[in-house]
């Protein structure tokens, strides 16, 4: 299953059935998982993990060292799971000191020119869109969808399930459920579509509005609108999630929108 015309370092491990395409360099250090495919000029740099069921496709470059001037060649890695597919010209770099890894989850899709920085976690079912940038320790949660040309700043957090606007700069944490968009970037409602294609029944999506209606609608800071949420509402995973994201930000949650 490799081409001749590929570079596979002898310390690699590859399984048996992985297809190398021609041209492709894999470097010591690396483990790549069966039923995977590495597509033409694809370059898999020292650290690289990628697991079952990959594609990916030309021109992509995989565990490259970070940009970080801090980095001071620590052995760190990036870390792939299952069923991802990783289009062209993506560059996903390795984690440092800080961390230690850069993670993608499994069934996710990484669309062309696609960068993500070191010490990034990308959740599991996430979608990111063409020419979005994601810059250092970065946390995506799962079923995340981040459209086009998306510039997210380093430390921010994106919770479940949220659905960013193309062109967004994201520069606040940004709490689950919710859809995001506008300059700078806003809360605009719950990502109530996106829910009922995971199976959140109405009265859910109604229960999560409730929440947000709470943080972004009633004219309160964060602090009153969370203890109003905690003391007028039900538990719930879902009620809970929120509380924990908003309380445990580091740097704020993005703010509401307020037409003119």
Do not use: W
């Amino acid at each position: 299953m490799k081409q001749p015309l590929a570079y596979v370092h002898p310390e690699a491990k590859i399984a048996d059935n992985v297809v190398i395409e021609p041209f492709v360099t894999i470097d010591k250090d690396v483990v790549i998982e069966e039923g995977t495919r590495i597509g033409s000029n694809a370059t898999i740099l020292e650290g690289t993990r990628i697991g079952k069921n990959c594609n990916v496709f030309p021109g992509a470059v995989i565990g490259a060292t970070p940009q970080d001037l801090k980095f001071r060649g620590e052995k760190t890695t990036v870390e792939i799971g299952d069923n991802t597919t990783i289009r062209e010209c993506v560059t996903i770099n390795r984690g440092t000191a800080a961390k230690g890894k850069t993670i993608v989850g499994s069934n996710c899709l990484l669309m062309a020119y696609v960068h993500i920085a070191h010490d990034s976690i990308v959740g599991n079912n996430c979608i990111i869109g063409n020419a979005t940038q994601i810059a250092g320790e970065v946390v995506i949660d799962d079923f995340a969808i981040l459209s086009g040309l998306v510039a997210v700043h380093q430390f921010v957090h994106i919770g479940s399930h949220v659905m960013v606007s193309g062109g967004s700069l994201v520069r606040k944490d940004i709490p689950p459920y919710v859809k995001a968009g506008r300059e700078p970037v806003s809360y605009i409602g719950v990502n109530s579509i996106g829910l009922r294609r995971r199976e959140f029944g109405n009265e859910k999506i109604r229960e999560i509005q409730d929440v947000y209606r709470y943080l972004y609608q009633k004219g309160m800071n964060n602090f009153t609108a969370l203890e109003a949420i905690e003391a007028e509402m039900p538990a719930s995973p879902e009620r809970d999630e929120i509380i924990l994201f908003v309380k445990n930000s580091k740097r704020g949650i993005m703010r509401g929108y307020f037409p003119e």
